[in-house]
């Protein structure tokens, strides 16, 4: 599993890197916000150039973990065919059996003892569990970040609320002074009274400084909310950025937790399975050196044939309970396969085709 650390090792080392790239665009848009805050003209500078490198490494990273995933189901597979070859006579075993049943069987019984299926399938298990929660840490991270752009976010809407219901009160003083300059100006050209035209002069001499000021205040006011409308755009791109990476992590954990649960049923049912069998054989040995032996070996031989009695009744008993459990288990990773397969369908098809190493994009 040499292999599986290397990529775990490069999978933790993606996510750090992708952590500082999310923390880096929150960032700006905290520090945006901040400005406008104060009053200082702000600098959004969250390119779309920025946003494309995040997708594209967060990609990447979500790509080798998927390949991770595939890989443990792999080993899972090979559980079965491991099982298997345990319960065969290996060669030497056999050669050993042409001489000696009983010393071909002590070894395979030795062997099947010191057989590290067990060891394999927590460190299997403890894979699942360090990539889970490399998943949930990285998951946790945007939640946060998240949590964050949509504080500073609700606070940008309300804040551009405001500035365009003031734009609106300016442009509708602007409009009002329309009027009143029109008519100033019909009553300065008509009046022949230098008195009146003096002071009709200078009641539109007052409008002008007005509806220039209300014209100053408009172009502030409308600067104002087109800044706070690009943040609010920006800020919602990156919500849905975020919540789109969430979602992934989602299915990876859901997948990675639905297998391991699906492991330890089929290590158990594999364990019962080649335990039965091993029960068996003994008993039916003891049967067959039963009939040469005297009464104390004979009642040795009924205990154990008690017992093993017992040990398949248990088992019959318990095997509606185990059928019902796997059948949950298996529906449920049916489901997160579904889930998995469907979002990840590219990476699939390369494990499937083993197409590795021909720069196809993922």
Known sequence: ??????????????????????????????????????????????????????????????????????????????????????????????????????????????????????????????????????????????????AKVEGNLASTLAERESVVADLEAVRAEIAALDPQVIALENRIASTTDAGDRTRAETDLAALNTRSNALVRDEQVKLAKSQ??????????????????????????????????????VLYDALSKSLKTAQQQDVAHRINEIGVRTDQEAQTAMAGIGAATNARMADMLEAHEDQMVFSKEVLEAKARADERFMRRFAAIVEKHDKGVYGENAKV
Do not use: C
Not at 54 to 79: C, K, P, W, Y
């Open 1 to 146: 599993m040499a292999d599986f650390d290397a990529q775990i090792r490069e999978s933790q080392a993606q996510v750090q890197a992708a952590q500082a790239k999310i923390g880096e665009i929150t960032s700006r848009i905290e520090a945006v916000r901040s400005q406008m805050a104060t009053g200082t003209a702000p600098s959004l500078d969250i390119e779309n150039a920025t946003l494309q490198d995040v997708r594209q490494h967060t990609e990447a990273m979500n790509a080798n973990i998927a390949e991770l995933i595939m890989g443990l189901d792999d080993v899972t597979d090979s559980f079965s065919k491991d099982f298997q070859e345990m319960r065969r006579k290996t060669g030497w075993e056999s050669l050993v059996g042409i001489f000696s049943d009983a010393r071909a069987e002590a070894m395979r019984q030795e062997r099947m003892r010191a057989a590290t299926i067990d060891d394999k399938l927590q460190d299997l298990i403890a894979k699942s569990d360090v990539i889970v929660k490399l998943l949930e840490g990285q998951l946790a991270m945007l939640e946060e970040q998240k």
């Open 227 to 264: 800044t706070l409308e690009r943040y609010i755009e920006a800020g919602k791109t990156w919500i849905d950025s975020l919540q789109n990476q969430a979602a992934t992590q989602m299915v990876l954990i859901n997948k990675l937790q639905t297998d391991t649960r699906q492991r330890v």
